[in-house]
C-alpha cells in the first residue's frame, strides 16, 4: 500500500524518466537540444500519471490470472488502452482549455481526432509494459529504502514544486495566446519578441497550432525560422 509520500515520489520519477525519454528522442530528430513538454521544469506529468495507471492496474492482473501467458496479454493490452485514453483525455483537456491542438496526429493511419494514433499507442503501451515489469522493482526498492520522514519532506517540496511549475505554464500559454490573437494590436517588434520570448513551447510542441488562426501560425514559425537562422549564420562567422 502506497503512502501519500510514496506515492508523490512516483509520480515525480516517472514524470522525470518520461521528459528524459521525450527530450532524448526529440533532440536526436532534430539534431539540437529540446526541453519536450508543457511544463518549464524536467518533468511531464503525464508519464507519472500513466506509470502510476499502468502499476496499479497489472498489479491487478497478477492476482486475477494466475496463468503467465494470460497474464502478459493481458497486461500488454491493459497498458496500451490506458495509456491511449490518458493521451486522448490530456490532448482533449488541453485543446479546450487553451484553444491550441499541442500535437496532432491526423497525418497518421488510425488516428482519432489527431490526439491518438494506432502507432504512438502500440508504442508508447510496450514502452510502458516493459518500464513497470522491468525498472518499476528497481524504483520501488529505491523509495522504500528512503527514510519517511525525508520521503514526507520531499512530497511536500515536489508538490509545491509541481503547483507553482503548472501555474507558471499555464500563465505563458495563455499569454502566448493571447498575443497571438491579438497580434494586429500591438507593435511589430513586440509581437517579435514575445513569439521568441516563447520559443520553447514551439519546440517542445512541434506541431502546435492556435486553432481558427492559420496564417499567424505560419508566420510565428517563420519568425522562430528566421531567427535560428541568424544565430546559425553568426556562429559560422565566428568561428571561420
Not at 490518458?86 to 496526429?105: A, R, S
Not at 500591438?186 to 502546435?208: E, G, H, M, Q, T
Request: proline share 2%.
Amino acid at each position: 500500500m502506497w503512502s501519500y509520500s510514496d506515492f508523490i515520489l512516483f509520480f515525480a520519477t516517472y514524470s522525470f524518466l518520461g521528459w528524459m525519454l521525450e527530450t532524448i528522442f526529440a533532440s536526436i530528430n532534430e539534431r539540437k537540444l529540446i526541453n519536450r513538454g508543457f511544463l518549464t521544469s524536467f518533468f511531464c506529468p503525464i508519464y507519472g500519471f500513466g506509470a502510476i495507471m499502468v502499476i496499479k492496474s497489472l498489479g491487478l492482473f497478477d492476482n486475477v490470472f494466475k496463468d503467465y501467458l494470460k497474464s502478459f496479454i493481458m497486461s500488454i493490452i491493459c497498458s496500451i488502452i490506458l495509456v491511449t485514453v490518458l493521451e486522448y483525455i490530456t490532448g482533449f483537456i488541453l485543446e479546450k482549455i487553451f484553444d491550441c491542438k499541442w500535437w496532432d496526429y491526423s497525418d497518421n493511419i488510425g488516428n482519432v481526432h489527431g490526439y491518438i494514433c494506432i502507432k504512438y499507442s502500440l508504442l508508447w503501451g510496450f514502452l510502458a509494459f516493459i518500464l513497470v515489469k522491468n525498472l518499476h522493482p528497481i524504483i520501488n526498492r529505491m523509495i522504500y529504502s528512503i527514510p519517511i520522514q525525508v520521503k514526507a519532506d520531499l512530497a511536500i517540496f515536489l508538490v509545491l514544486y509541481f503547483f507553482l511549475d503548472t501555474l507558471k505554464s499555464i500563465i505563458d500559454a495563455m499569454e502566448l495566446r493571447r498575443v497571438i490573437l491579438n497580434y494586429s494590436k500591438i507593435s511589430l517588434s513586440v509581437y517579435y519578441n514575445k513569439v521568441l520570448k516563447y520559443k520553447r513551447i514551439f519546440l517542445a510542441f512541434p506541431s502546435l497550432m492556435i486553432l481558427n488562426a492559420g496564417i499567424i501560425n505560419r508566420d510565428i514559425r517563420s519568425i522562430l525560422n528566421e531567427k535560428f537562422d541568424k544565430i546559425k549564420i553568426e556562429l559560422k562567422s565566428r568561428f571561420q
